[in-house]
C-alpha cells in the first residue's frame, strides 16, 4: 500500500531538514497510529504520504505509483480516487447540506463514484456512511455548520470514507472532541477503515488509544532510525 524509501524533506532550498526518514512500509488494510511532540512533522509526513508535499530526497509511493513521477493534475486526480484525508480543522463547506458534503469526492473521482454504484449511488452512499457513524437522518438536509463540533466530526468521516479509498489520513480527529467521546468516535473510525478496507494512518496525541491500532510509529524514533540509516 505505502512504501517510503530514505528521505528527506526540508520546506524551502537551503534550510535544514524537517524530517528524515528511513525505509517505511506499510500493508494493505493496516492501521497506524502515528505520534510524537508538536512540531516534530506529523503532518508533514501525512501530506507526503498523500503527495500533498514531495521529498527533497527519497521516495513515497501508493499503491506502487511514486507521487513525485506524476504531474500536478495527475497527482490530484489520483489522490481524489486512492485517499480520504479528515482534516482536524474538517474543512466542511458550511453553506452545504450534511449528504452534499459527504458526496462532494464523488465530484472529483470517478473511481469513488463508480465504487458508490453498488450501494445504490453517492446519495445512497452518503446516507450509510452517515448512519454507520451515528448521525440520524433529520440531520443529513442541514447546513454543515449547524452541526455540534462532534457531529461535523463524524460528516468530515464520512466524506473520507465514501468511494472506499484505499487509504485514509486522519490529523487529529479526536482533537476536539473531549474524552467521553474520544473512544466512541475511534471505535467508529477504525470499524469504518476496516468495513472499507482502507488502510488507515491517524495522527493523535491520545497515546492511550496506540494498543488499539496494527501498527505504532513514533515520528522522533522514525526520524532518529532514518538519520542513522
Not at 469504518?192 to 496525541?205: E, K, P, Q, W
Amino acid at each position: 500500500m505505502i512504501d517510503i524509501e530514505p528521505l528527506r524533506f526540508a520546506w524551502t532550498q537551503g534550510d535544514a531538514d524537517t524530517l528524515v526518514l528511513g525505509r517505511l512500509h506499510l500493508d494493505p488494510g493496516q492501521t497506524v497510529f502515528l505520534y510524537g511532540p508538536s512540531g516534530c512533522g506529523k503532518s508533514t509526513l501525512l501530506g507526503l504520504l498523500s503527495g500533498v508535499l514531495s521529498p527533497r530526497q527519497g521516495r513515497v509511493s501508493l499503491l506502487g505509483q511514486d507521487w513525485a513521477a506524476l504531474r500536478a493534475g495527475q497527482r490530484d486526480a489520483f489522490r481524489a480516487d486512492h485517499v480520504g484525508v479528515i482534516f482536524q480543522q474538517f474543512n466542511l463547506l458550511p453553506y452545504m447540506s450534511v449528504l452534499d458534503n459527504v458526496t462532494l469526492p464523488c465530484r472529483f473521482s470517478a473511481l469513488r463514484l463508480q465504487r458508490c454504484k453498488s450501494a445504490g449511488g453517492p446519495q445512497a452512499s452518503a446516507q450509510s456512511w452517515l448512519q454507520r457513524m451515528g448521525l440520524s437522518a433529520d440531520l443529513w438536509p442541514r447546513r454543515a455548520d449547524a452541526l455540534s463540533v462532534g457531529q461535523q466530526q463524524r460528516v468530515a468521516a464520512a466524506r473520507a470514507l465514501i468511494g472506499q479509498p484505499e487509504l485514509i489520513l486522519a490529523d487529529e480527529p479526536t482533537s476536539a472532541l473531549d474524552a467521553a467521546l474520544r473512544r466512541d468516535f475511534m471505535d467508529l473510525l477504525l470499524q469504518a477503515a476496516r468495513d472499507a478496507g482502507s488502510t488507515l494512518v491517524c495522527v493523535s496525541h491520545d497515546e492511550q488509544q496506540a494498543a488499539r491500532f496494527d501498527v505504532q510509529w513514533s515520528l522522533p524514533a522514525l526520524q532518529t532510525a532514518g538519520g542513522l540509516a
